[in-house]
């Protein structure tokens, strides 16, 4: 959450997967023998009208599907799920998409089609190859593979990564951004102000380009010069299938986090632990998962001398928005914030919520001083009994995020991965307690090394309550806050990337004189 956030042209549903699967469903069972909703696509015609009149139900059908169906039927079937449609077509299409966009890279149970035989395709189920078509003697660049570009899509993460490649494309390397897996919004002169609002840089035109690799059925134009860069696992993969038609063998890998560990023991987590081992420059936002991928010899990591070198930069925290404000301490209600987010099972968010209740019954939070807040999914009010509960804070734009935390006292953020993620520290250097856990080189020591504002736990139940009654304890210790305010973390974006970006350039400018 450390880059802007903007809102939707339509407000995104209020619905959880389940709801949303319950209202497939719906849909569904009224076009019963005519249409069926697949993996991760689009409800699309299962069976033409013919053999849906013609053919005999099959075992494990629906029994609306055994009787054979009229012209008439037929009809009145659609006429019902068209005016289901008419009645909210932009928030049922928004489900579906919200539906898909959920279930396209989680965990899913092998499930077969209701009838007929399984299908079975030559390519794993979240490695989409793209369609590329790659030319010699066009203008070598640099393409950027993200999953989306789309306005709500573009948080933490991705706008690390345009911040990065906006950077590069400043220095005069020719950049494109490449959306995999969703539409690009139809104002694409959205993405150029938003280039220029997360780097700050202004940027020839023509260096810079955006497009959409969705559709599969079109070719994408590759030169036979360019360089890929990753930005998730399911992009390195799409990556390995092109790498072997390029001239240049070696991809650029941008690593975030430990993403094998957002799964299951799972092909998911088999094909996310394969692409450390494929042929990349690596990128690595955090020295604490550098190390991680080091001591765990992950992959390439495993050579000491990949290891060593390895590009990392370490994340920004922007003192111009995040800092103490102290003021209206004296007047307001302490308060609370727990980074919930229950769609990301490595941010504990079971773990927090007890760990609330208990501390709460405790004593930890006084109705009358105390305010507690969701923050990070749109999530019903929680009550934690004591007449204490948790209510939702919206989806704020960047500076009223910022304003948010200036007057929170507690932070509670959980992330079992050895990147920290962002809230924690942009809860600590606007001077909350923030209780977060520990997990293998993200050890308490290098936690305090980065500040005082936080606190941390094993990812245990009592240690988190222990953790939440500290921080409480400490909420008067102004000074002590302040002074734990100051991170040692870039304070800026420039500080953090602008080595990296030089870095990168000499690789650049050094595979072009290799291809020449």
């Keep these: 959450m ?104 989680q965990p899913d149970e092998w499930t077969a089609p209701a009838r007929g035989p399984i299908e079975v395709e030559n390519r794993l189920q979240d490695v989409w190859p793209l369609n590329i078509e790659v030319r010699s003697g066009q203008t070598a660049k640099v393409n950027l593979l993200l999953p989306s570009l789309r306005k709500h899509d573009l948080t933490g993460g991705p706008n690390t990564a345009l911040n990065l490649f906006a950077r590069l494309a400043a220095r005069g390397v020719p950049v494109r951004f490449i959306a995999t897996d969703c539409e690009l919004d139809a104002d694409e002169s959205y993405l150029r102000r938003h280039l220029h609002s997360v780097s700050g840089l202004p940027f020839a035109s023509d260096k810079v380009e955006f497009a959409c690799a969705r559709d599969r059925s079109s070719s994408l134009q590759l030169g036979a010069d360019d360089i890929l860069c990753a930005t998730a696992w399911w992009t390195a993969q799409m990556i390995k299938e092109i790498q072997p038609r390029l001239r240049t063998r070696r991809f650029w890998y941008l690593i975030q986090d430990f993403e094998p560990g957002m799964y299951p023991w799972s092909a998911k987590q088999a094909l996310a632990a394969e692409t450390y081992a494929l042929d990349y420059h690596s990128i690595v936002c955090g020295r604490l998962l550098a190390d991680h991928l080091s001591a765990q010899r992950i992959g390439r990591f495993a050579d000491p001398q990949f290891a060593a070198d390895c590009l990392v930069f370490e994340p920004a925290v922007d003192v111009r928005r995040f800092s103490p404000d102290f003021d209206s301490f004296p007047n307001r209600k302490r308060r609370l914030l727990f980074y919930a987010r229950p769609q990301a099972p490595r941010n504990l968010f079971e773990m927090g919520l007890v760990a609330l209740k208990l501390a709460a019954e405790q004593g930890a939070f006084p109705p009358s001083q105390w305010e507690l807040g ?64 520990t997990f293998g080189v993200k050890s308490e020591q290098r936690l305090r090394q980065i500040s005082d504002n936080l606190l941390p736990v094993e990812p245990r139940l009592e240690s988190i309550v222990a953790g939440i009654l500290a921080a409480v304890a400490r909420t008067d210790q102004l000074p002590q806050r302040f002074a734990g305010s100051v991170l040692n973390l870039p304070p800026d974006w420039d500080a953090a990337l602008e080595p990296l970006v030089s870095q990168l350039e000499a690789i650049w400018n050094s595979r072009l004189q290799n291809c020449n």
């Design 2 to 105: 450390s880059q802007e956030r903007t809102r939707t042209e339509h407000p995104p549903s209020d619905c959880s997967p389940d709801e949303i699967d319950a209202r497939i469903d719906d849909v569904r069972r009224e076009l019963s023998g005519l249409y069926a909703l697949r993996g991760q696509q689009l409800l699309h015609i299962e069976r033409t009208v013919a053999a849906t009149v013609d053919s005999p139900s099959e075992a494990g059908t629906p029994a609306s599907a055994s009787r054979r169906f009229s012209i008439a039927d037929i009809l009145s079937l659609g006429g019902r799920a068209l005016r289901q449609l008419l009645r909210s077509p932009k928030r049922l299409l928004s489900d579906v998409d919200r539906y898909l966009a959920h279930r396209r890279h």
């Design 374 to 437: 969701f923050l990070g999914a749109d999530l019903p009010p929680a009550d934690l009994g004591q007449g204490i509960s948790i209510q939702h804070h919206a989806w704020r734009s960047y500076d009223d995020y910022a304003r948010l935390l200036r007057q929170s006292d507690v932070g509670l953020s959980l992330m079992l991965s050895p990147h920290t993620s962002y809230p924690p520290l942009e809860m600590a250097a606007c001077g909350a307690t923030v209780v977060t856990n």
